[in-house]
Nanobody
Framework: QVQLVESGGGLVQPGGSLRLSCAAS????????MGWYRQVPGKQRELVAT???????NYADSVKGRFTISRDNAKNTVALQMNSLKPEDTAVYYC????????WGQGTQVTVSS
């Protein structure tokens, strides 16, 4: 069991940066694969990035080289640094924790627009 709370979303101009944070509560955080996903209304929720307890990362091709996922197991947090943002990055971003089951955060809106 884990609870996830995201923060850091907002409005940013194309080319700008945002840092999303996800704070997890509950035991055994170190067992979870953590991830960030995003969803646009009417579209499938898609993978943005994942990170294992040991720090192995995986990124969607669309964000590779622009986004960086990180975690601090001592603080039970995971972050997503988003640089060079594009309008197509606009979505609700969800924090995800996966072990035996999957848990989602409430989501945080990221809007990239001039």
């Amino acid at each position: 069991q884990v609870q996830l709370v995201e923060s850091g979303g907002g409005l940013v101009q194309p080319g700008g940066s945002l840092r999303l944070s996800c704070a997890a509560s509950g035991n055994f955080f170190g067992r979870y694969v953590m991830g960030w996903y995003r969803q646009v209304p009417g579209k499938q929720r898609e993978l943005v990035a994942t990170i294992t307890s040991g720090g192995f990362t995986n990124y969607a091709d669309s964000v590779k080289g622009r986004f960086t996922i990180s975690r601090d197991n001592a603080k039970n947090t995971v972050a997503l640094q988003m640089n060079s943002l594009k309008p197509e990055d606009t979505a609700v971003y969800y924090c995800n924790a996966r072990y035996m089951t999957t848990t989602w955060g409430q989501g945080t809106q990221v809007t990239v627009s001039s």
